[in-house]
């Protein structure tokens, strides 16, 4: 009897006997998946948007702007996969199109070179 009880004592200290818990199928993330491309054409740029992953219906803000002016917003009705896509005005400069979806940034997209301050310059006026 003694034996019994010290071979369930020692069983019960080995990690190995029990099984462990199904945590069942993993919950998707509510964050949507889609892959976007801005393509130059022209006088417009075209926006190609592929949703991938969607976990229910909604809008997607779009604001495009050129250098850090607000140029243009538009707002897209997404259900589910597929394809949209969007134009927007294109001039000379740098231009950059930031998707949000519900509150919160999805992707940016930029377009050209931004016009960043010369380092040189600003070097330049702090030694004066």
């Known amino acids: 009897m003694r034996g019994l009880l010290l071979l369930l004592l020692l069983l019960s200290a080995c990690r190995y006997t029990f099984l462990p818990l199904d945590p069942g199928r993993p919950e998707s993330p509510g964050r949507p998946f889609v892959v976007a491309r801005l393509l130059k054409e022209g006088e417009e740029a075209r926006l190609v948007l592929r949703v991938e ?34 134009r927007f005005p294109l001039s000379e400069g740098y231009h950059r199109l930031v998707g949000l979806w519900g509150e919160r940034v999805l992707f940016q997209l930029d377009l050209g070179t931004p016009s960043l301050p010369d380092p040189d310059e600003e070097e330049d006026q702090g030694n004066r």
């Open 53 to 86: 992953r969607l976990s229910g219906p909604g809008y997607l803000h779009l604001k495009w702007y050129r250098e850090v002016e607000l140029v243009a917003e538009k707002a897209l009705f997404l259900e589910g996969p597929g394809v949209q896509e969007a």
